[in-house]
């Protein structure tokens, strides 16, 4: 929300490529966290003491977020209109407007925003039943712990792919990189369905963590670009949430079929959510072509 805040504001021609700097540096550093955070755990509960992650996570929350919510770019996001209505003008007569305008924009706008919340719940179906799945291909030829580290492949070609996203062409427009970047996504994951070794696999995951990036950097930006006025943070709130939620889905799913018919089918999983990413990015070209220039 402050990214946008901070970039909309600016007077430079190249605005938006300063959104996807700041959008491309931030799903880098989520794709880093999730791959350099359970590694630091499993370290430090190793080598020092168990309780220590638990309490390094505690301290974090207890000094970063409260810093996070004082700093000065939080001035940046503008007011909500609700908390600051203008006094009523005397003996205004103001022009009619047919009763169910009000409630045919609300659904609209609900609308344009329900398509990247619920391709972000894809991309959480897509990381969730991914990790689930590589625990069991992992525990058929090693030990399931060799799971994370085949995860955190996928997790640095992707972080590498979205920081790239901030140079590339003005003129690929974030639409078309959705449908772009989604098809390769769905193409790349039918691969997971070949390996029969660790080693093959790590090379499946490099090439598909790519485009991985790249949709996710474009799924943030299109979703603060059909944001209501004033309802911004509420909508980054729920993009964020939509990943969460569809983790804990996609998690589920996979690790019945993976317990059931095997990693093969749990494989499966990940494959239908990047083709329902690759479906929805037709809507959402839609949806932000009928956004008005704000």
């Given amino acids: 929300m402050r990214w946008m805040a901070l970039t909309s504001g600016s007077s430079r021609k190249d605005s938006g490529r300063d959104l996807d700097t700041a959008l491309s540096y931030e799903s880098m550093a989520d794709e880093l966290t999730f791959v350099l955070g359970p590694a630091l755990v499993g370290v430090l509960a190793s080598l020092v003491a168990p309780w220590l992650p638990l309490a390094l996570a505690a301290a974090l929350t207890l000094t970063l977020v409260p ?36 409630q045919r924009g609300r659904l609209a706008g609900l609308a344009a925003v329900a398509v ?66 989604a098809a390769v996504m769905a193409g790349l994951s039918t691969l997971l369905l070949l390996p029969a070794d660790g080693w093959t696999m790590v090379l499946v995951l490099l090439v598909l963590g790519l ?62 959510a990047a083709a329902a990413l690759f479906l929805l990015g037709a809507p959402a070209a839609v949806v932000v072509r009928r956004v008005p220039t704000r």
């Fill in 67 to 102: 810093a996070f919510a004082v700093h000065p770019t939080h001035r940046s996001v503008p007011r909500s209109p609700r908390l600051c209505k203008p006094r009523p003008r005397k003996h205004v007569r103001q022009p009619s407007r047919p009763a169910h305008a009000p």
């Fill in 211 to 272: 485009p991985v990036g790249p949709v996710m950097v474009t799924v943030f930006a299109i979703g603060g670009t059909v944001a209501p006025a004033g309802r911004l943070g509420t909508v980054m709130t729920a993009l964020a949430s939509g990943i969460v939620a569809g983790t804990a889905l996609g998690s589920s799913i996979a690790g019945q079929l993976a317990e059931g018919p095997g990693y093969t089918a749990a494989f499966l999983i990940p494959v239908a």
């Fill in 116 to 181: 990247p919340v619920l391709a972000m719940v894809c991309m959480g179906t897509f990381f969730g039943s991914t990790q689930a799945a590589l625990s069991a291909f992992s525990a058929a030829f090693a030990t399931s712990e060799v799971a994370g580290l085949l995860y955190s492949v996928m997790g640095l070609s992707s972080a590498a792919a979205a920081i790239s996203v901030a140079y590339w062409p003005a003129r690929f427009p974030a639409t078309a990189r959705w449908l772009v970047c």
